[in-house]
């Protein structure tokens, strides 16, 4: 079976100051892992991906992840954050062998400080 | 523009009388899946469709059903709500099943109370 942790339910940190969101995840297969946001009063929406190949994978709004097979973690980074960055952002791990399953961790909310 | 839509955004209502939320996509995704929102559970899946007519249960599907008679729609139905299915739910689609390799289109959201 496959789990998610997301260390940090909130993370509280300055405008324009760089940013490490941490994902971990436990899994017995190779698993494909994603990073979704979800902006006040919207739905989620898909930041970026890891299917396979670079270890450092480019999202959008400036945001990047890197995959770290031996520490089975997905960490969400961003150099410099900005106030529209204020969100709750989901890790999730899909398994490769079946293509039917997508486990989400608990989310993290990110906020940042004027 | 792609788009998955949910429909009403806000319902309150009361126990018992019978509620349908409804999502619609216009990608011609053939997955299509329901998830409720709860502060400190994340997201967790109700049911799923992997194509019309063919639908299936996710990890909490009790006291909830679904319906897909045509690609677009996916209806999610409470046949008699109570006040622990008060929550944020979510419709979603996507190319891939659970949206894995191609990832979720997520609707904005339906916020149920049920009084």
């Known amino acids: 079976a496959q789990s998610v942790t997301q260390l940090d339910s909130q993370v509280p940190v300055f405008e324009e100051a760089p940013v490490e969101l941490r994902c971990n995840y436990s899994?017995?297969?190779?698993?494909?892992l994603f990073w979704y946001v979800q902006y006040p009063n919207q739905g989620l929406q898909l930041l970026l991906k890891?299917?396979?190949?670079?270890?450092l994978v480019k999202g959008i709004n400036g945001f990047e992840a890197e995959f770290n097979k031996s520490q089975t973690s997905f960490h969400l980074r961003k150099p410099s954050v900005h106030i529209s960055d204020t969100a709750e952002y989901f890790c999730a791990v899909s398994p490769m062998n079946r293509d039917d399953k997508i486990i989400f961790g608990k989310g993290t909310r990110l906020h940042i400080l004027p | 523009e792609a788009q998955v839509t949910q429909n009403p955004r806000y319902l309150i209502t009361v126990t018992g009388k019978k509620l349908t939320v409804t999502c619609s996509q216009n990608?011609?995704?053939?997955?299509m899946s329901w998830y409720r929102q709860d502060p400190g559970l994340g997201l967790r899946q109700i049911y799923y469709s992997m194509n019309v007519e063919v639908t299936d249960k996710g990890d909490v599907p009790e006291g909830y059903k679904v319906s897909r008679k045509e690609k677009r729609n996916f209806p999610l139905i409470l046949e008699s709500p109570s006040p622990n299915q008060t929550s944020l739910y979510f419709c979603?689609?996507?190319?891939?099943?659970?949206?894995?390799?191609?990832?979720?289109?997520f609707g904005s959201g339906t916020r149920l109370t049920v009084v």
């Open positions: 979603a689609s996507s190319l891939s099943p659970a949206g894995t390799v191609y990832g979720y289109t």
């Open positions: 899994s017995s297969v190779s698993v494909y």
């Open positions: 990608m011609n995704h053939e997955y």
């Open positions: 890891y299917l396979s190949g670079s270890t």
